[in-house]
């Protein structure tokens, strides 16, 4: 969700995708289109300055929800179903999103650090 809100922000995904190769994770559903490559200049760190959490912030602020009600309404005698739905709606998030990343992030974090050596001359 993450990536294809980055997409349609016109953010550069090329961190995140390392991000999650890194960590062994595959993307849910569909694999990225084309239309989802990052093709601009190749970066020799492309972690300088990136922000994880800044780069999510970015992201989720193009985050769309779709509203579908339905209830059953009694007066009385009457009853009668009123429905409702709205599709685009923009939906914002709070800092509270940020709880999620260390979740996240420790099965990469855990990965870089069982794959790493300790050397000392």
Not at 7 to 32: K, W
Not at 67 to 83: F, H, K, P, Q
Not at 84 to 94: E, I, N, R
Request: hydrophobic share 35%; aromatic share 8%.
């Amino acid at each position: 969700m993450t990536r294809d809100l980055a997409v349609d922000a016109g953010l550069n995904t090329q961190q995140l995708d390392g991000i999650v190769a890194l960590g062994g994770y595959e993307y849910v559903g569909a694999p990225p289109s084309k239309r989802h490559v990052y093709r601009g200049k190749r970066q020799s760190n492309i972690y300088k300055g990136f922000d994880l959490t800044k780069f999510v912030d970015a992201a989720f602020k193009v985050l769309k929800s779709d509203v579908t009600l339905s209830t059953d309404v009694r007066i009385g005698d009457y009853a009668t179903t009123i429905e409702f739905a709205q599709d685009g709606l923009p939906t914002s998030t709070d800092e509270s999103l940020h709880l999620l990343l260390p979740i996240l992030a420790q099965p990469i974090v855990q990965k870089i650090v069982s794959g790493s050596q300790l050397g000392s001359d």
